[in-house]
């Protein structure tokens, strides 16, 4: 059982350039998040979806686009990539219900320069 | 005003004794609260939920929560080295129930 699964693990990017940063499990969670952290901070929401064909912003939307096509997949899309983007992303997926726990990959760490 | 809020820390507590971690929540419709622990460059990992006003136990780890006073907190009981972390606290927020928010997160030290 993979769980939830992150790729790239590590990207370098120059300031302007665009990437898809992927996830995607296979615990068939109808919810799924996309958090960044910064360097001895917390996790900021980015966006969350509740099920394909439907996502919501989070606290930390822009500079950063989503799609949920599928159950499986919650892409992260960032375009002209900002220095302020240099971040270790996060996703996590979960069972709808309050007490359900959230289930988080390993990170993709990601540097602008 | 944040919408849950924890004191950075670092936190330091002698091995063997209790570590007292506290969380702050604005939005008095949330509904599930959640402790995580977090090793340096690791993904978190939870270690409880709670959803219920009073008191949840699990091995040395206790979740108080208080909807009233709106905070909620983890002790942990006979500290660990290995309990050395950072803890984030999260709240299931009440107006949208699918949306999770984290705290900054307490740096915990336990020192031999």
């Known amino acids: 059982n993979a769980g939830v699964t992150q790729t790239p693990k590590f990207r370098i990017l120059k300031i302007g350039q665009s990437m898809t940063l992927q996830c995607t499990q296979d615990m068939n969670h109808n919810y799924m998040y996309w958090y960044r952290q910064d360097p001895g901070m917390g996790l900021k929401l980015i966006y969350y979806s509740v099920g394909a064909g439907i996502t919501d912003k989070g606290e930390v939307p822009n500079g950063y686009n989503v799609s949920r096509s599928t159950t499986e997949d919650f892409p992260l899309r960032l375009e002209l990539a900002a220095p302020s983007q240099t971040s270790v992303y996060f996703c996590a997926s979960t069972l709808q219900g309050g007490d359900q726990p959230q289930h988080f990959g390993d990170g993709t760490r990601l540097s602008i320069l | 005003q944040k919408e849950v809020e924890q004191n950075s820390g670092p936190l330091s507590v002698p091995e063997g004794a209790i570590a007292s971690l506290n969380c702050t929540y604005s939005?008095?419709?949330?509904?599930?609260f959640f402790w995580y622990r977090q090793y340096s460059g690791k993904s978190p990992e939870l270690i409880m939920f709670i959803y219920s006003n009073g008191d949840k136990e699990d091995g040395r780890f206790t979740a108080q929560l208080n909807k009233a006073s709106q905070y909620v907190s983890l002790l942990i009981r006979d500290s660990q080295p290995s309990d050395s972390a950072t803890y984030l606290c999260a709240v299931r927020a009440g107006s949208s129930a699918s949306k999770i928010i984290f705290g900054s997160g307490t740096r915990l030290s336990i020192r031999p």
């Open positions: 939005d008095r419709g949330s509904q599930s």
